[in-house]
């Protein structure tokens, strides 16, 4: 049921830059339709969260560069609803920004932090678990994030430990883990005392500010002293001033890991973050020699466990090729094997610094 408290803050200035060639600077990962389903990822998102807040509690935080692609997708967000970062610094800003602008329209708001990139298969589960946290939230300073349940020791994520074995549905957080190696990711599986970190949050605009002012306050006042100008048309100019005055930093690192009051609601939803072109390959269909392709390809033998996603007009044939990446997109062509995958950050450092801004 929709509440006029519940509000919806949708993180999407990040480049997705593991995600190289096919998302890029100009036109990231979550303005594209990924997954080949009609709609791009910021959209699916937006539609995610229909049923909890009606369409003026969402607000979309982005870089001023993304400003016409997340008007031309999300058409129904007011300028007000489009909150644009003069540049870029991690997720702390951006959550901090949204909050304190969401309390001056609204001081008793319960808020949602999501990426604008993730999957999510089941939407029933999610909704519940959300229901439970906000519903948690709401008359609490508890601070709540989703915790996915784990299905194998994967190294691309952080990890969330809950204290001791709990049976409550809300679950206390004893401490997070980024990204550990594989002995110790295999051996927080075998404990079952971890999550993954989904990296969406849950969380009254009283407490996430109150925690902004004990753990990051250089940030917490220099947003504090422009609110006046919040759904103005200072608006733009005093958030740049803003940005100059603290560091960037993650939610993680600058608030979560500090905080006391952090509790998980694990979540089993079908979700993936599709952060790498191995978890797009997890995600999509395959044929009988586990390939997920997307455009005009012809696959002869030897072709096994790839990624292929090419431009429709453009015909690409591949024989021999195993648990490998294929992609390309606007005059930039990735051949790489998935398990090096970690390697594209490099790979695209290299062709920024070598041939130029426009293959990024």
Known sequence: MKNNNQYVVIMAGGIGSRFWPFSRQHYPKQFQDVLGVGKTLIQQTSQRFSALCPPENYFVVTNAAYYELVKHQLPHLSDDQILLEPTAKNTAPCIAYAAYKIRERNPNANIIVTPSDHLILDSYAFMEKLKIALDTTQWSSKIITLGIEPTRPDTGYGYIQIEERQYDEVKKVKMFTEKPNQALAEAFIESGDFY?????????????????????????????????????????????????????????????????????????????????????????????????????????????????????DRLVVVKGLENFIVAEYNNVLLICPKDEEQRIKHFLEDAKNKKGEKFV
């Not at 009283?206 to 504090?224: C, G, K, L, N, R």
């Not at 973050?273 to 696959?299: F, M, Y």
């Open 196 to 312: 993954w970190n989904a990296g969406i949050f849950v969380w009254n605009v009283q407490t996430v500010i109150s925690s902004f002012e004990e753990h990051q306050p250089d940030m917490a006042e220099a947003f504090e002293d422009i609110t006046a100008d919040f759904y103005t048309e200072r608006e733009n100019e005093s958030v740049q001033a803003a940005y100059s005055r603290f560091h960037g930093i993650s939610i993680d690192y600058g608030i979560m890991e500090k905080s006391k009051n952090v509790y998980v609601v694990p979540c089993d939803c079908g979700w993936s973050d599709l952060g790498t072109w191995k978890s797009l390959h997890e995600t999509l269909p395959k044929d009988k020699n586990q390939n997920a392709i997307q455009g005009n390809v012809l696959a002869y033998e030897g072709v096994k466990n790839c990624i292929i996603k090419t431009p429709k």
